[in-house]
Protein backbone atom coordinates (compact mmCIF):
# COMPACT_ATOMS: atom_id res chain seq x y z
CA UNK A 1 0.00 0.00 0.00
CA UNK A 2 1.42 3.39 -0.43
CA UNK A 3 0.51 6.85 0.74
CA UNK A 4 -0.21 9.99 -1.46
CA UNK A 5 0.92 12.97 1.02
CA UNK A 6 1.11 16.85 0.24
CA UNK A 7 3.32 19.63 1.95
CA UNK A 8 1.39 22.57 2.33
CA UNK A 9 2.56 26.23 2.07
CA UNK A 10 0.48 29.89 2.31
CA UNK A 11 0.95 32.83 4.31
CA UNK A 12 -0.56 32.98 8.25
CA UNK A 13 -2.47 36.14 9.27
CA UNK A 14 -1.30 37.08 12.90
CA UNK A 15 -4.02 36.50 15.08
CA UNK A 16 -6.65 35.84 12.47
CA UNK A 17 -7.94 32.24 13.47
CA UNK A 18 -10.93 32.72 10.87
CA UNK A 19 -8.87 33.17 7.92
CA UNK A 20 -5.97 30.35 8.68
CA UNK A 21 -8.43 27.97 9.25
CA UNK A 22 -10.38 28.99 5.66
CA UNK A 23 -6.93 29.09 4.17
CA UNK A 24 -6.44 25.55 5.91
CA UNK A 25 -9.92 24.23 4.79
CA UNK A 26 -9.00 25.73 0.70
CA UNK A 27 -5.30 23.81 0.53
CA UNK A 28 -7.19 20.73 1.83
CA UNK A 29 -9.80 20.89 -0.73
CA UNK A 30 -7.60 21.64 -3.33
CA UNK A 31 -4.97 18.16 -1.97
CA UNK A 32 -8.18 16.27 -2.33
CA UNK A 33 -8.50 17.04 -5.69
CA UNK A 34 -5.41 15.68 -6.29
CA UNK A 35 -5.88 12.23 -4.88
CA UNK A 36 -4.17 13.08 -1.30
CA UNK A 37 -4.65 11.48 1.76
CA UNK A 38 -2.20 13.47 4.44
CA UNK A 39 -1.49 17.22 4.47
CA UNK A 40 0.81 18.59 6.40
CA UNK A 41 0.47 22.13 7.15
CA UNK A 42 3.06 25.05 8.72
CA UNK A 43 4.28 25.35 12.04
CA UNK A 44 1.60 27.73 14.31
CA UNK A 45 -0.28 28.12 10.61
CA UNK A 46 -3.68 28.53 12.15
CA UNK A 47 -3.07 30.95 14.95
CA UNK A 48 0.06 32.49 12.85
CA UNK A 49 3.40 32.61 14.08
CA UNK A 50 4.32 36.20 15.55
CA UNK A 51 5.56 37.01 19.02
CA UNK A 52 2.38 39.06 19.99
CA UNK A 53 0.18 36.24 19.42
CA UNK A 54 2.28 33.95 21.66
CA UNK A 55 2.24 36.28 24.21
CA UNK A 56 -1.45 37.04 24.02
CA UNK A 57 -4.74 35.20 24.69
CA UNK A 58 -3.89 31.83 22.99
CA UNK A 59 -7.45 29.33 21.62
CA UNK A 60 -7.42 26.53 23.93
CA UNK A 61 -8.02 22.81 23.44
CA UNK A 62 -11.47 23.25 23.18
CA UNK A 63 -11.10 26.06 20.52
CA UNK A 64 -9.82 23.98 18.28
CA UNK A 65 -12.18 21.11 18.92
CA UNK A 66 -14.97 23.38 18.78
CA UNK A 67 -16.76 24.88 15.93
CA UNK A 68 -13.93 27.83 14.74
CA UNK A 69 -12.48 25.12 12.97
CA UNK A 70 -15.51 23.91 11.00
CA UNK A 71 -14.69 24.68 7.28
CA UNK A 72 -11.54 22.88 7.33
CA UNK A 73 -13.36 19.75 9.34
CA UNK A 74 -15.66 19.73 7.05
CA UNK A 75 -13.19 20.04 3.72
CA UNK A 76 -11.37 17.07 5.52
CA UNK A 77 -14.82 15.11 5.41
CA UNK A 78 -15.43 16.34 1.55
CA UNK A 79 -12.36 14.88 0.27
CA UNK A 80 -11.37 11.88 2.94
CA UNK A 81 -7.75 14.28 3.71
CA UNK A 82 -6.59 13.78 7.11
CA UNK A 83 -4.90 17.39 7.84
CA UNK A 84 -1.75 18.25 10.15
CA UNK A 85 -1.61 22.01 11.17
CA UNK A 86 0.47 23.60 13.39
CA UNK A 87 -1.11 26.31 16.09
CA UNK A 88 0.00 27.63 19.35
CA UNK A 89 -2.45 26.62 22.20
CA UNK A 90 -3.45 27.00 25.81
CA UNK A 91 -3.25 23.46 27.72
CA UNK A 92 -4.14 22.95 30.84
CA UNK A 93 -0.54 23.07 31.64
CA UNK A 94 0.32 25.53 29.84
CA UNK A 95 1.01 27.38 26.72
CA UNK A 96 2.41 24.72 24.00
CA UNK A 97 3.59 25.02 20.21
CA UNK A 98 1.12 21.70 18.77
CA UNK A 99 -0.15 20.22 16.09
CA UNK A 100 -3.72 19.92 15.38
CA UNK A 101 -4.90 16.77 13.45
CA UNK A 102 -8.29 16.86 11.48
CA UNK A 103 -9.21 13.30 10.54
CA UNK A 104 -12.00 12.44 7.70
CA UNK A 105 -14.41 11.67 10.40
CA UNK A 106 -14.98 15.10 11.75
CA UNK A 107 -12.75 14.32 14.74
CA UNK A 108 -10.15 16.99 15.67
CA UNK A 109 -7.23 15.83 18.21
CA UNK A 110 -3.97 17.91 19.16
CA UNK A 111 -1.79 15.03 19.30
CA UNK A 112 2.06 15.86 19.53
CA UNK A 113 3.74 19.28 20.80
CA UNK A 114 6.76 20.69 19.82
CA UNK A 115 10.06 19.16 22.19
CA UNK A 116 12.84 22.01 21.59
CA UNK A 117 12.10 25.24 21.69
CA UNK A 118 13.99 28.06 20.04
CA UNK A 119 14.85 31.47 20.37
CA UNK A 120 12.02 33.75 22.15
CA UNK A 121 9.72 30.61 22.01
CA UNK A 122 11.95 29.46 25.05
CA UNK A 123 9.96 32.93 26.87
CA UNK A 124 6.11 32.09 25.90
CA UNK A 125 6.01 28.28 25.66
CA UNK A 126 6.81 25.27 27.68
CA UNK A 127 8.26 21.56 25.59
CA UNK A 128 6.39 18.72 25.08
CA UNK A 129 7.43 15.56 27.05
CA UNK A 130 6.50 12.77 24.89
CA UNK A 131 6.98 11.70 21.06
CA UNK A 132 4.27 10.77 18.64
CA UNK A 133 3.49 8.92 15.37
CA UNK A 134 0.37 8.76 13.68
CA UNK A 135 -0.90 5.65 11.25
CA UNK A 136 -3.13 6.99 8.32
CA UNK A 137 -4.09 4.14 5.50
CA UNK A 138 -1.76 1.74 7.96
CA UNK A 139 1.44 3.51 7.74
CA UNK A 140 2.92 4.74 10.56
CA UNK A 141 4.63 8.32 10.49
CA UNK A 142 6.05 9.98 13.07
CA UNK A 143 5.51 13.43 14.12
CA UNK A 144 7.79 16.88 14.29
CA UNK A 145 7.26 21.03 14.64
CA UNK A 146 10.42 23.34 13.47
CA UNK A 147 13.36 22.83 15.48
CA UNK A 148 12.80 19.50 16.34
CA UNK A 149 14.13 17.85 13.11
CA UNK A 150 17.64 19.93 13.97
CA UNK A 151 18.09 17.53 15.98
CA UNK A 152 19.34 13.70 14.20
CA UNK A 153 17.75 11.86 17.46
CA UNK A 154 14.43 12.69 17.22
CA UNK A 155 14.04 11.55 13.74
CA UNK A 156 15.87 8.56 14.57
CA UNK A 157 13.66 7.87 17.48
CA UNK A 158 10.82 8.23 15.19
CA UNK A 159 12.24 5.33 12.95
CA UNK A 160 13.71 3.50 15.37
CA UNK A 161 10.01 2.55 16.94
CA UNK A 162 8.52 1.85 13.16
CA UNK A 163 7.56 5.17 11.54
CA UNK A 164 8.62 4.84 7.53
CA UNK A 165 8.04 8.70 7.25
CA UNK A 166 8.86 12.10 9.49
CA UNK A 167 6.06 14.32 9.12
CA UNK A 168 7.79 18.14 9.94
CA UNK A 169 5.68 21.23 10.21
CA UNK A 170 7.72 24.47 10.35
CA UNK A 171 8.26 28.24 9.88
CA UNK A 172 12.28 29.13 8.52
CA UNK A 173 12.50 32.74 8.81
CA UNK A 174 13.81 33.94 5.01
CA UNK A 175 18.14 33.66 5.10
CA UNK A 176 17.22 30.06 6.38
CA UNK A 177 17.13 28.20 3.44
CA UNK A 178 20.27 26.57 3.53
CA UNK A 179 20.15 24.61 6.74
CA UNK A 180 16.22 24.48 6.12
CA UNK A 181 17.10 21.84 3.03
CA UNK A 182 20.16 20.29 4.53
CA UNK A 183 18.47 19.26 7.87
CA UNK A 184 15.85 17.64 6.13
CA UNK A 185 17.10 15.75 3.29
CA UNK A 186 20.00 14.48 6.34
CA UNK A 187 16.92 13.21 8.57
CA UNK A 188 15.90 11.13 5.56
CA UNK A 189 19.14 9.95 4.49
CA UNK A 190 20.22 8.73 7.88
CA UNK A 191 17.22 6.76 8.31
CA UNK A 192 15.98 5.77 5.41
CA UNK A 193 12.60 6.51 5.54
CA UNK A 194 10.59 9.78 3.81
CA UNK A 195 10.50 13.38 5.45
CA UNK A 196 7.56 15.79 4.57
CA UNK A 197 8.28 19.17 5.26
CA UNK A 198 5.90 21.88 5.39
CA UNK A 199 7.21 25.33 5.78
CA UNK A 200 5.36 29.08 6.28
CA UNK A 201 5.67 31.29 3.60
CA UNK A 202 5.37 34.86 3.23
CA UNK A 203 4.98 37.49 6.20
CA UNK A 204 3.26 37.01 9.44
CA UNK A 205 3.02 40.54 11.19
CA UNK A 206 6.72 41.28 10.98
CA UNK A 207 8.49 38.58 10.09
CA UNK A 208 9.37 36.98 6.86
CA UNK A 209 9.38 33.19 6.16
CA UNK A 210 10.78 31.21 3.44
CA UNK A 211 8.30 28.36 2.39
CA UNK A 212 10.61 25.38 0.64
CA UNK A 213 7.92 22.82 2.00
CA UNK A 214 9.21 19.68 0.19
CA UNK A 215 8.73 15.86 0.62
CA UNK A 216 12.09 13.86 0.37
CA UNK A 217 12.82 10.02 -0.51
CA UNK A 218 14.62 7.49 1.71
CA UNK A 219 18.08 8.76 0.17
CA UNK A 220 17.07 12.32 1.21
CA UNK A 221 16.09 13.19 -2.54
CA UNK A 222 12.93 16.13 -2.92
CA UNK A 223 10.51 13.78 -4.99
CA UNK A 224 8.71 17.08 -4.94
CA UNK A 225 9.41 21.03 -3.90
CA UNK A 226 8.07 24.51 -3.45
CA UNK A 227 9.66 27.81 -3.75
CA UNK A 228 7.82 30.53 -1.50
CA UNK A 229 4.97 30.41 -3.75
CA UNK A 230 0.98 29.27 -1.98
CA UNK A 231 0.70 25.36 -2.95
CA UNK A 232 1.45 22.09 -2.60
CA UNK A 233 4.09 19.75 -2.92
CA UNK A 234 3.21 16.55 -3.42
CA UNK A 235 4.36 12.29 -3.68
CA UNK A 236 3.81 9.28 -2.98
CA UNK A 237 5.09 7.38 0.16
CA UNK A 238 6.13 3.56 -0.54
CA UNK A 239 6.85 1.70 2.05
CA UNK A 240 8.56 -0.71 0.46
CA UNK A 241 10.84 1.44 -1.28
CA UNK A 242 11.62 2.45 2.71
CA UNK A 243 13.09 -1.29 3.06
CA UNK A 244 14.58 -2.12 -0.07
CA UNK A 245 16.45 1.65 0.89
CA UNK A 246 17.02 0.15 4.88
CA UNK A 247 18.43 -3.23 3.23
CA UNK A 248 20.78 -1.02 1.39
CA UNK A 249 21.89 1.28 3.38
CA UNK A 250 21.85 -0.25 6.89
CA UNK A 251 22.32 2.92 9.18
CA UNK A 252 19.21 2.20 11.42
CA UNK A 253 20.41 -1.32 12.16
CA UNK A 254 23.56 -0.80 12.80
CA UNK A 255 23.23 2.09 15.52
CA UNK A 256 25.48 1.27 18.75
CA UNK A 257 23.76 1.71 21.90
CA UNK A 258 27.26 3.03 23.25
CA UNK A 259 30.51 4.10 21.94
CA UNK A 260 32.09 3.40 25.35
CA UNK A 261 34.43 6.04 26.73
CA UNK A 262 36.11 8.33 25.19
CA UNK A 263 39.81 8.73 25.23
CA UNK A 264 41.97 11.85 24.59
CA UNK A 265 45.78 10.71 23.19
Known amino acids: MTLVVAAGQAEAVAGDLPANVAAAARLTRQAGAEGVRLLVLP ?7 APRVFA ?20 AAATGVTVLAGTAVRRTQGARLALVRVRPDGSVDLPYDKQHLDAEEKTHFGVG ?17 CYDGCFPEHARAVAADGAIGYLASAAYFAGGEHRRDLYYAAR ?6 YVVFSGLTGRCDDAEFC ?47 SLGVRHRA
Open 43 to 49: EAFLTGY
Open 188 to 193: AVENGM
Open 129 to 145: DHGTSIRVDGIELGLSI
Open 211 to 257: GGSAVYDPEGRPLARLGEEEGLAIATIDPALVVATRSRHTMLADVRP
Open 56 to 75: GDLPSEDDHRGPSLDPLRQA
